[in-house]
C-alpha cells in the first residue's frame, strides 16, 4: 500500500523567506505526485503534479517541486513567501500499475504553513 | 471555467437520521470520487465511478452507499449517521484518458456535515 509522509504539520517563514515543504512517499513502483492547497473551509486546489518526464515541475502560484527517485521525495518549494501563502498544504499520490494510475489519491497528513510579516 | 459543483455546502442532522450529498463534475468529466476529511485529519478516500459503475472502493462504512447517474452527477447516501461522520466530504471529477488511467483530479468545494 501507498503512503506518504509529511515532515513537519507546522512551518513558519517570514515574508520573503524560502518557502520548503517536505514530501516523501513509499512505494515499489513510482507514483504519480501531486501538491494540493487548502485555504480554510475551501476544497482543494491543484498546484503541481508529477506523473512522467522532466522531474522539476512548476506549479501556480510560484511554487515548484523536484521528484528525486532516489530518494523518495517530492518537496514543495518557492523562492519567496507572501503573505497569500498561508493556507495548508497536502502532498498526495496515486498508484501505478504498469503505466496505467488507478487515480485514487493517497494524502500526507498536511502541513499549514505560516507566513509572518 | 466551470468548477465540481456540490450540495448543500452545510448540513446539520441528528444521530440516526439520514443525509444525502451531491456532486456535479466538470462537464465532460466522466469520473468521480469521493473524500472524507475529518477534523484536523487529511482526506481519505471513499469510493469512486467511472462511467456510472463503482471503479474502486476505500474505507467507507457500510451505512454509506453512492451512484453515479447518466449525467454523471453523483450522490453520497448516509444513514443511521453517527457522531464520529461529521466531517467535510469532498467530491472530485476527473476524466478518464483511457480505461484504468484517469487525468488529474478536481476537487469542489466540499460538503461540511455535521451530526449533533
Known amino acids: 500500500a501507498q503512503s506518504v509522509t509529511q515532515l513537519g504539520s507546522h512551518v513558519s517563514v517570514s515574508e520573503g523567506a524560502l518557502v520548503l515543504l517536505r514530501c516523501n512517499y513509499s512505494?515499489?513502483?513510482?507514483?504519480?505526485l501531486f501538491w494540493y492547497v487548502q485555504y480554510p473551509n475551501q476544497g482543494l486546489q491543484l498546484l503541481l503534479k508529477?506523473?512522467?518526464?522532466?522531474?522539476l515541475v512548476k506549479g501556480i502560484n510560484g511554487f515548484e517541486a523536484e521528484f528525486k527517485k532516489s530518494e523518495t521525495s517530492f518537496h514543495l518549494t518557492k523562492p519567496s513567501a507572501h503573505m497569500s501563502d498561508a493556507a495548508e498544504y497536502f502532498c498526495a499520490v496515486s498508484e501505478v500499475e504498469g503505466g496505467t494510475s488507478y487515480g485514487k489519491l493517497t494524502f500526507g497528513q498536511g502541513t499549514i504553513l505560516t507566513v509572518h510579516p | 471555467a466551470a468548477g465540481v459543483i456540490q450540495s448543500p455546502r452545510h448540513l446539520i442532522k441528528e444521530k440516526r437520521e439520514t443525509a444525502t450529498l451531491k456532486c456535479y463534475p466538470i462537464?465532460?468529466?466522466?469520473?468521480v470520487y469521493w473524500y472524507q476529511q475529518g477534523p484536523g485529519q487529511d482526506p481519505q478516500f471513499l469510493i469512486s465511478f467511472y462511467e456510472k459503475m463503482q471503479s474502486d472502493k476505500g474505507s467507507i462504512p457500510d451505512r454509506f452507499s453512492a451512484q453515479q447517474f447518466s449525467d454523471y452527477h453523483s450522490e453520497l447516501n448516509m444513514s443511521s449517521l453517527e457522531l464520529g461522520d461529521s466531517a467535510l466530504y469532498f467530491c472530485?471529477?476527473?476524466?478518464?484518458?483511457?480505461?484504468?488511467?484517469?487525468?488529474?483530479?478536481?476537487f469542489g468545494p466540499g460538503t461540511r456535515l455535521t451530526v449533533l
Open positions: 508529477y506523473t512522467t518526464g522532466a522531474t
Open positions: 512505494s515499489s513502483v513510482p507514483p504519480y
Open positions: 462537464p465532460r468529466h466522466d469520473t
Open positions: 472530485a471529477s476527473s476524466l478518464a484518458l483511457r480505461v484504468g488511467k484517469t487525468d488529474t483530479q478536481y
